[in-house]
C-alpha cells in the first residue's frame, strides 16, 4: 500500500486528478474508467487497504466467460479517483479522457477479512455488483516471474454471464449518468450508442411470452433528450437534427432526460410507409406525413432502463412520449403473430416484428429475442445498364436489371418508376465509373428499339414488384434502394472481360461508406491481375466480403505495407513510416534503433482502415506477431516451409505431414494455412507468454526434430546457394518486426490466390493451392467458422512440450 508511485507520475498543478490522500474508510467500492490516452483502456480500481488497487484493462472487462482480459496491473491511485472523470491535459502522465463507464461494490467470494492476504498471492475471487459488471469474477496474476504485472480479469458462469460477443465499447453510451449531469457544450451521441437489431426470421408463429409490432420502411433513429437539449441521429451516428427538424423540435418538449429508439417514415393518405418519398424528404415539396413512432426507452432521468423487461420498458415509455402531431408510441399485440402478420400484409406494410416480452436490450446485437418477417416482394437484383431517356433533362429512362441463375447473369427486368428527379442524376454520376461498350445481356426484343447503355455488373438495388410473369420478368418493379452494403457474387466477373484491354478510367474516384467514415477510393477499374482479367474493384469486393474473418489477425498489430501500386506486374515497396494519413486510422510509433528515429506505424482497427490500405494498392497484409500493448511477445510463433524450385508441393505435403507429427509428439496444438506461393505455414500459438527470442530459440528446436524425419528434402541451411533442392525450415520468420502474410490474405499471384487457413485433415496429395484463391475463399467460408483463430488464444507451455519431445 503506497501512493509514492501515483505521486511521482504526477504533478497536481497541471492535471485535475485528485491528490495522494490515503483514505482508510475501506467500503469496498470499486469503478471502471474508459480512459481515451493513447490508446483506449479501462481501469478496474477496487478499493482495498486504503487506497485503490489499479488495474488497466486493454479490451474493456467482459460478462462471456470464455474470455480471458489481460488485466496490467499499475500504481496504486487514491480513493478519490472512485468519482474522477475528466481530460487529463497533454503533457501528463495518461493525457486524455477519462470517464466512469461503471461503478458499485465488490466482495470476496469466500471471506472479507482474507482479501489482502488473496490479493498477495495473486488471485482474488469477486462478486462484483455495477450496473454492467455483475457477477463472480476471478482477477488472477501471471505465475510466470517476468511478468508479475501481468493479470486475467475472467468472468465466471453464473446467471449474469452471456455466451455472447462481448465488446465494452457497445455498453459506453448506456451508462449516461456522467455525461448528461456535465452539460457540457459538445454532448453527443452520434458514434456510441448502436441499436439493438432484429435477427431475420421464415415463418411467424403465436407465442403468449411475445408482442408483435408493425414492421415500418423507413430509418432507424434514436433521439438522445435532455429536458429540452434533442439529439437525433441514424444508426450509424449521422445526425437526423435538420433533416427532419420537425420531429427533432417536437422532441424538445419532453421534459425528461431520456433515449429514445424508433423508426422515421413518410406515410401516404392511407398511412402506409414510403420509403423513396423518405429517401429524397424535402420538409416543402415531398408528399405525404413525416411520423417518427418510437418503440423502445434505454435511458430515463438517470438510469440505464436496458436490463428492465421490454414489456416493462414499453410502459414506462407510454409516460414519456410528448403529445404530437409527428411522434407517437409504437403499440403492439401480445400473441397472436399469425393475425398481426396477415393484417400488415392486407394493408401494404413491410412486416412484422417479434420481440420476447422480457427481453433486455442489448445495443449494437443482432439478437435472436428480436425477429422480423417480411414479406418476399423485395429483391435484389444486379444493375446491367439503363436505357437512355428521349427526355434530355432525365439522366436516364430505366434501369436493366439481371439476376444470377445456374451461375450465369439472366435479365429480369427493366425498371422506371421509384426515383425522383435529383435522385436519377446521382445514380447517373455513380454510374460512370462502370460504364463499358461490351453488351452484358442480349436483351433487344425487351427493348423495344429503345438503346442500352451498359455497364459492369457491380452495383446491386433493390426493388419491389407485384410478380414473376410465366417468361421469368418481374412485373412492375419500383425502385426502392441502392444496396451498397452488398457485393455481387464473383462469378459475375468472369462474365465481362472488356477491362483486358482498358485503361484505368482517371476519373473513377469517389468515396466509399464504411461504418460512417468516407473512404476515398480511387481508379477501381485499374487491372491488377492482367492474366485473371483482375482489377483494383476486385481487390476491394474480395477484402470487404472477408473482413469479418481477416480483421482479428490486424487489429491492435503494427502494419508493414506492402504496396503494389500499379498491380502485381508493376513494382511494388514496403511501407512502415506513415506520415499523412486520415485522422481517423489509427498509428503507433515504435523507435528503430537501426534508423536511430520512431517509425509510426498503420493499425488496422477497422473495416474502413482495411478498405483505405486495400485502395494504396495492399494487395497483401503483413501484421506484426504482436500487438502494440505487447511488442515484445509474440501471439504464436511459425514455421514457414519454404521450398526450393526443384521441390515439388507434394514434398511440401509431406513435410508438413512431418511438423505435424513432431508437433503432436510434444502435445502441440498447431494450425495451418497455405501460403498462396508454394509452401505452408504452420502456426504455435503462445498466448504472449514468451518473447521473440524465446520463440525463435523453440522453434528452431522443433525444426531440429523435423529436419530429422526427412533429412533428405529438408535443411535448416538460411543460404539459397547452400541449401541446394531442399525446403527450408524457416524459424527466422519470428523476430520482432519480421512479418509474414496474414491469413485470408491475397497474394500478388497471377491465379490471385489467397493465403487460407486449411484443416490438418485436408494437408495431403489431394491440396492444390491454386484452389484456394479470390472466387473459392469467400464460398469456402460463406457458413464456415475459422478454426484457426485459435493462433490467437490460450498459448503452450514450452517447457511441457519438450518434456514430452525428449519421452518420445
Not at 28 to 55: C, N, P, T
Not at 87 to 108: C, H, L, Q, R
Not at 290 to 318: A, C, M, Q, W
Not at 766 to 780: C, F, G, Q, W
Request: a neutral charge; proline letters at 5%.
Amino acid at each position: 500500500m503506497s501512493l509514492k508511485e501515483y505521486r511521482k507520475k504526477r504533478t497536481f498543478e497541471d492535471t485535475p486528478e485528485p491528490k495522494d490522500i490515503y483514505n482508510s474508510e475501506n467500503k469496498y467500492r470499486f469503478v471502471i474508467q474508459r480512459h481515451r490516452a493513447s490508446h483506449l483502456h479501462y481501469d478496474l480500481r477496487l478499493e482495498m487497504e486504503g487506497v485503490l488497487k489499479s488495474w488497466a484493462i486493454p479490451k474493456g472487462p467482459s460478462m462471456n466467460p470464455k474470455d480471458k482480459r489481460l488485466a496490467i496491473h499499475t500504481e496504486d491511485h487514491p480513493v478519490s479517483y472512485l468519482s474522477f472523470q475528466g481530460v487529463i491535459p497533454k503533457g501528463n502522465y495518461g493525457a486524455g479522457k477519462m470517464t466512469i463507464w461503471d461503478e458499485g461494490t465488490f466482495e470476496s467470494l469466500y471471506d472479507n477479512d482474507n482479501l489482502s492476504t488473496d490479493y498477495s498471492k495473486g488471485k482474488l475471487k469477486l462478486v462484483i455488483r455495477g450496473d454492467k459488471v455483475k457477477g463472480i469474477f476471478t482477477l488472477v496474476r501471471s505465475s510466470s516471474m517476468n511478468k508479475k504485472n501481468q493479470w486475467l480479469f475472467i468472468k465466471h458462469e453464473d446467471e449474469y454471464a452471456t455466451n455472447l460477443n462481448y465488446d465494452a465499447e457497445d455498453y459506453v453510451v448506456v451508462d449516461l449518468k456522467q455525461q448528461l449531469t456535465e452539460k457540457t457544450s459538445d454532448l453527443s451521441l452520434k458514434s456510441t450508442v448502436k441499436p439493438m437489431l432484429a435477427s431475420p426470421a421464415k415463418e411467424i408463429f403465436n407465442d403468449k411470452n411475445w408482442i408483435y409490432e408493425l414492421k415500418y420502411d423507413g430509418y432507424r433513429s434514436l433521439a438522445n433528450v435532455d429536458s429540452g437539449s434533442v439529439e437525433l441521429y441514424s444508426r450509424n451516428g449521422i445526425s437526423l437534427n435538420s433533416t427532419f427538424n420537425i420531429i427533432h423540435n417536437e422532441l424538445e418538449s419532453i421534459e425528461h432526460t431520456a433515449i429514445l429508439d424508433g423508426e422515421i417514415v413518410i406515410l401516404d393518405s392511407d398511412g402506409i410507409p414510403q420509403f423513396n418519398a423518405l429517401q429524397n424528404y424535402n420538409p416543402k415539396t415531398t408528399e405525404g406525413h413525416l411520423h417518427y413512432f418510437v418503440f423502445d426507452l434505454l435511458f430515463l432521468n438517470g438510469h440505464s432502463t436496458t436490463g428492465l423487461p421490454l414489456i416493462d420498458r414499453k410502459e414506462l415509455l407510454r409516460d414519456v412520449l410528448p403529445e404530437s402531431n409527428h411522434i407517437s408510441y409504437c403499440d403492439h399485440i401480445e400473441g397472436m403473430g399469425k393475425t398481426v402478420y396477415d393484417r400488415a400484409l392486407k394493408l401494404g406494410m413491410e412486416g412484422v416484428i417479434a420481440k420476447k416480452a422480457n427481453s433486455k436490450y442489448y445495443t449494437n446485437t443482432r439478437t435472436p429475442d428480436w425477429l422480423k418477417f417480411k414479406k418476399i416482394e423485395n429483391v435484389e437484383t444486379i444493375i446491367c445498364g439503363y436505357t437512355e431517356s428521349k427526355n434530355s433533362s432525365r439522366k436516364f429512362a430505366s434501369l436493366i436489371l439481371g439476376m444470377i441463375e445456374d451461375g450465369e447473369l439472366v435479365y429480369v427486368g427493366t425498371c422506371g418508376s421509384g426515383f425522383s428527379s435529383q435522385q436519377i442524376k446521382a445514380l447517373h454520376q455513380q454510374f460512370e465509373p462502370y460504364l463499358t461498350e461490351e453488351p452484358i445481356l442480349k436483351i433487344s426484343k425487351h427493348l423495344k428499339g429503345r438503346k442500352a447503355v451498359w455497364m459492369v455488373p457491380k452495383l446491386i438495388c433493390e426493388v419491389k414488384f407485384a410478380e414473376w410473369t410465366k417468361s421469368g420478368v418481374m412485373r412492375h418493379p419500383v425502385f426502392l434502394r441502392m444496396r451498397d452494403d452488398k457485393s455481387v457474387p464473383v462469378e459475375v466477373s468472369k462474365i465481362h472481360k472488356t477491362t483486358q484491354n482498358k485503361k484505368p478510367n482517371t476519373n473513377s474516384d469517389t468515396t466509399l461508406q464504411i461504418d460512417t467514415i468516407n473512404v476515398p477510393i480511387t481508379n477501381i477499374e485499374k487491372v491488377y491481375w492482367p492474366d485473371a482479367n483482375l482489377t483494383k474493384y476486385d481487390l476491394l469486393d474480395y477484402y470487404i466480403k472477408m473482413s469479418d474473418f481477416i480483421l482479428p489477425y490486424l487489429k491492435d498489430r503494427p502494419q508493414s505495407l506492402h504496396r503494389h501500386p500499379n498491380g502485381i506486374n508493376g513494382e511494388s515497396f514496403y511501407q512502415k513510416d506513415n506520415e499523412h494519413l486520415p485522422d481517423w486510422i489509427e498509428t503507433f510509433k515504435i523507435h528503430s534503433k537501426s534508423s536511430e528515429r520512431d517509425i509510426n506505424y498503420l493499425v488496422c482497427q477497422n473495416q474502413a482502415t482495411l478498405t483505405y490500405m486495400n485502395n494504396l494498392g495492399c494487395i497483401e497484409l503483413h501484421p506484426w506477431h504482436s500487438t502494440i500493448y505487447q511488442l515484445d511477445r509474440p501471439d504464436y510463433t511459425i514455421i514457414d516451409l519454404d521450398p526450393s524450385k526443384k521441390n515439388t508441393f507434394e514434398q511440401v505435403v509431406e513435410t508438413a505431414q512431418a511438423a505435424k507429427y513432431v508437433l503432436d509428439s510434444a502435445r502441440i496444438k498447431s494450425y495451418c494455412k497455405t501460403s498462396g506461393a508454394s509452401g505452408i505455414h504452420i502456426y504455435i500459438p503462445l498466448g504472449r507468454k514468451y518473447t521473440y527470442s524465446e520463440a525463435r530459440d523453440f522453434t528452431k528446436l522443433l525444426c531440429y526434430y523435423i529436419q530429422e524425419q526427412l533429412p533428405e528434402i529438408t535443411t535448416l541451411e538460411r543460404s539459397i546457394k547452400k541449401r541446394g533442392p531442399k525446403i527450408y525450415l524457416d524459424y527466422l520468420q519470428n523476430r520482432k518486426g519480421q512479418t509474414i502474410v496474414s491469413a485470408f490474405s491475397l497474394r500478388p499471384k497471377p491465379n490471385a490466390s489467397v493465403s487460407t487457413p486449411i484443416n490438418w485433415k485436408d494437408v495431403n496429395k489431394k491440396l492444390r493451392i491454386e484452389d484456394y484463391n479470390i472466387h473459392t475463399v469467400p464460398k469456402i467460408f460463406e457458413n464456415k467458422k475459422d478454426p484457426f483463430l485459435n493462433i490467437l488464444g490460450e498459448g503452450i507451455d514450452m517447457e511441457k512440450a519438450l518434456e514430452n519431445l525428449n519421452k518420445t
